[in-house]
Every structure is written in C-alpha cells, then in structure tokens.
C-alpha cells in the first residue's frame, strides 16, 4: 500500500505543503536528505496555541505534535515533486515545546508526532529525537517539529 493510501486509510489528508513565514525555505534537499524547517501546530482550524504546564495538557500538546508531522510528511512531499513513496525513513526528529519551566513531559507531547510517524511508515517511520522546552515559540504555537527524512 502507498504511504498515502496508509493514511487515507487512517483519516489523513495531507495538506499542502505550508509556505514559509519568513526568510528561510521549507527544506533544503542534500543527497539522499531533505532537511525540513520546523512546522508548527496548526491544523484546518488554524493555530493551536497553548503553554504546556499552563493552560495545556499533555494529550493536546500530543495532538498538537501529531498536527506537525502531518505537516512534515507534506514538506516531504512537496520535496519529492508529489511523490510521497520516494520516502524511506525518518532520520531524526527535533520538537519544542511551548511550557513553563517546571514541565518536564516534553518526551510524552513528542510522541505524538513519533507515534503517528511510526503508525503511517512501520519501521520506516523510527527515528532519533530530540525533544525540548521552549519558553515560546513563533505565534504562541504549542509545538514546533522539524525533521530530517533520507528519500530516494
């Protein structure tokens, strides 16, 4: 099955790649790599904002974690020239996340991005992780993910 037949399969639409919101690019391909820019928490709905340890819990701050690597997958789509099958793996994830300083669940919001990755891929969708506290992010954003994917 396609990777975008897997996710239709799971809900998912993949939107269109998000353009980028100031001077940089969406990703940058190097080799067999593509090196995505952070993508943060939004969906249909707009922003989803939030400070996790204030006025967010750990299941919306994984819900919004998922929001990114649904916009990750995009980038690497529109990377690939609409061809999502050319992924192989997920190399590494790096996630922020928007919390007070005595939060210390930055690995469970995270999953929710990991967790999806390797519903929708299986094996090609472990990966190596980062995931950290952020006193804000960009637009008061709860989550900001950004990924390194190798392609073929």
């Not at 897997?6 to 790649?17: S, V, W």
């Not at 969906?43 to 904002?49: H, K, S, Y």
């Not at 996340?97 to 299986?122: C, I, R, Y």
């Amino acid at each position: 099955m396609s990777i975008e037949g897997k996710l239709a399969t799971m809900g998912i639409t993949l939107p269109d790649a998000p353009a980028p919101a100031a001077n940089y690019v969406p990703y940058v391909k190097v080799g067999d790599l593509v090196f995505v820019s952070g993508q943060i928490s939004n969906d249909e709905n707009g922003l989803i904002t939030g400070k996790l340890g204030n006025d967010m819990d750990v299941e919306a701050g994984a819900a919004a974690a998922r929001r990114c690597a649904i916009n990750l997958l995009a980038q690497v789509k529109a990377a690939c020239d609409g061809d999502l099958d050319r992924l192989v793996r997920v190399v590494k994830l790096t996630g922020f996340v928007n919390s007070t300083p005595d939060f210390t669940d930055q690995p469970k919001v995270v999953n929710g991005a990991s967790d999806f990755l390797v519903e929708a891929l299986g094996d090609a969708g472990r990966h190596s992780r980062s995931a950290v506290s952020a006193a804000a992010l960009p637009l008061g954003v709860a989550v900001e993910i950004e990924g390194i994917f190798q392609i073929r």
